[in-house]
T-cell receptor
């Protein structure tokens, strides 16, 4: 089983719709969680951290479910500019900062 | 402030040659990472430096790959006797504490 698993998609969603991604992780000792986005032929960029109580940044909401070992990302009122690959990232080892990346979920917003 | 920088941005080399890729992390970041990404694929972890600790080299695919970090700052990834399967984008990232990593723009390596 992979440490971090995501549905690769692609997700093709009409502009203005709400879309949600889930990501599961295998190590129950994992401490820190992030969502990154990666545009085509560009480097990944940090989108948001995921906190235990859940957190929101504008149209983006991230949630963590420790009992089921998954994190989610919700995008409301999707824009064309949201088209990208979304990467789920976990720090599995509490003793260091090594990040483990999922393979990403590809999202395309359709006009 | 300045972000993570990498050089060169593109490198074309012949099979069998050695290459060196450079990463300048964000000033003050104690952790530095190297990844590679083949076209259409996910990130593949290569190596991780944290402060003065011994690096985590568990992701290096073969002994042709090595990396060093001098003075806790600049890092160089060296690939010896390059093969065509080494062609990929090599990404460097740095971080401080657990606030996430910041990536450089990458070096696109093509082995002909």
């Amino acid at each position: 089983r992979k440490e971090v698993e995501q549905d690769p998609g692609p997700f093709n969603v009409p502009e203005g719709a709400t879309v949600a991604f889930n990501c599961t992780y295998s190590n129950s000792a994992s401490q820190s969680f992030f969502w990154y986005r990666q545009d085509c032929r560009k480097e990944p960029k940090l989108l948001m951290s995921v906190y235990s109580s859940g957190n929101e940044d504008g149209r983006f909401t991230a949630q963590l479910n420790r009992a089921s070992q998954y994190i989610s990302l919700l995008i409301r009122d999707s824009k064309l500019s949201d088209s990208a690959t979304y990467l789920c990232v976990v720090i599995s080892d509490p003793g260091n900062e090594k990040l483990t990346f999922g393979t990403g979920t590809r999202l395309t917003i359709i006009p | 402030g300045a972000g993570v920088s990498q050089s060169p941005s593109n490198k074309v080399t012949e099979k069998g040659k050695d290459v060196e890729l450079r990463c300048d992390p964000i000033s003050g970041h104690t952790a530095l990472y190297w990844y590679r990404q083949s076209l259409g694929q996910g990130l593949e972890f290569l190596i991780y430096f944290q402060g003065n600790s011994a690096p985590d080299k568990s992701g290096l695919p073969s002994d042709r790959f090595s990396a060093e970090r001098t003075g806790g700052s600049v890092s160089t990834l060296t690939i010896q006797r390059t093969q065509q399967e080494d062609s990929a984008v090599y990404l460097c990232a740095s971080s401080s504490s657990r606030v996430g990593q910041y990536f450089g723009p990458g070096t696109r390596l093509t082995v002909t």
